[in-house]
């Protein structure tokens, strides 16, 4: 059974930093692009980071330099660390496979607020 459990979430002030993990069980793991996700309340899920296969990354335009994305295949997890946190970074955070999506797991809740 396809399993995508995200945690790490919380409430932070503005400027500080949290560590979300991944955890995938039942789908193929190491031979994908695994990327992380947000969405927002009355907005579309965007596509946060990726990382590849060969552990090369990408960032949306807004995290470039806060945060970054790392996986470890032989636990099946991809980690995202985000530093610098903004308000604007409040949203529900989801990982999944960035071709063949599987079905979403229920995500974590980051809110930034003072």
């Known amino acids: 059974q396809v399993h995508l459990v995200e945690s790490g979430g919380g409430l932070v002030q503005p400027g500080g930093s949290l560590k979300l993990s991944c955890v995938a069980s039942?789908?193929?793991?190491?031979?994908?692009?695994m990327a992380w996700y947000r969405q927002a309340p009355g907005k579309q899920r965007e596509l946060v980071a990726e990382?590849?296969?060969?552990?090369?990354?990408n960032y949306g335009d807004s995290v470039k330099g806060r945060f970054t994305i790392f996986r470890d295949n032989g636990k099946m997890t991809v980690y995202l660390q985000m530093d610098n946190l903004r308000p604007e970074d409040t949203a529900v955070y989801y990982c999944n496979r960035r071709r063949l999506a599987v079905s979403w797991g229920q995500g974590t809740q980051v809110t930034v607020s003072s």
């Open positions: 039942g789908i193929q793991f190491s031979g994908y692009t």
């Open positions: 990382v590849t296969t060969g552990g090369s990354t």
